[in-house]
């Protein structure tokens, strides 16, 4: 072999070896933070935890997330995203942490850290003393959830299957405590459903395919709102 062609060898091999890592580097998931904001549209005291929301809600490994409730809607105004569903994820999440019932706004971190998150940089503070899930790997491929092996609280978890808009939106609000105003929204959630269990061993699941031009978060998570295990988003 000549020196021109070793040299090519040698430069094909490093190559081929970035190529590689850079592979194994995209497929491993980061790991994320996991802020979840319940809110309403009929909530006078919502509009800056809203607004905290859309500052944090690009930050590198964070996943920010609007969940609407349904219990102010008698003041006047139907919360336009509002669903029974999510009003239950945050009454899961009241003993655990705490509180006698659900109120808003309040955020929630990695399912076990909540504070009102109305005041200026009370969001961040919650993401930094909080720290980022640290459970089993999981990815989402090719139509398929891939959670790792590994130690599960309780013995099991549950997989949820999150579909939200990703950015921010306005939405004016006609009657009730914010009449007159327009009020922005980040990553706000459409559905909430739960896929299956994880128990500690690998486990594949299938991902349904999203419509309407929805993003897509998977939370493996502690039954009965405990904390969350692992998060991903496509």
């Not at 790997?137 to 891939?146: A, E, R, T, Y």
């Amino acid at each position: 072999m000549s020196g021109y062609q070793a040299k090519r060898s040698k430069l094909t091999l490093l190559f081929g070896l970035g190529a590689l890592a850079a592979s194994l580097g995209a497929a491993a998931a980061q790991p994320l933070t996991v802020v979840e904001l319940f809110t309403s549209q009929g909530c006078s005291s919502c509009p800056p935890a809203n607004a905290n929301l859309i500052k944090v809600k690009d930050q590198p490994g964070v996943l920010a997330l609007s969940f609407n409730v349904t219990y102010w809607d008698y003041l006047g105004w139907k919360d336009t995203f509002g669903r029974q569903e999510f009003t239950q994820r945050q009454v899961s999440y009241e003993p655990s942490l705490g509180h006698d019932g659900p109120f808003t706004p309040q955020v929630v971190v990695n399912g076990h850290a909540d504070a009102v998150g109305a005041a200026p940089g009370e969001i961040q503070h919650l993401i930094s003393s909080a720290g980022r899930a640290s459970g089993p790997s999981l990815s989402l491929d090719s139509g398929k959830i891939s959670i790792g092996a590994g130690s599960v609280p309780g013995g099991k978890a549950d997989v949820w299957l999150v579909r939200y808009t990703k950015g921010v939106v306005q939405v004016p609000v006609a009657r009730g405590e914010n009449t007159g105003r327009t009020l922005p929204h980040a990553n706000v959630v459409h559905s909430l459903k739960k896929l299956g269990s994880w128990t500690g061993e690998a486990t594949a699941l299938n991902l349904p395919a999203a419509s309407d031009g929805l993003s897509t978060a998977v939370l493996v998570q502690s039954p009965g709102g405990g904390p969350i295990l692992a998060a991903a988003t496509n």
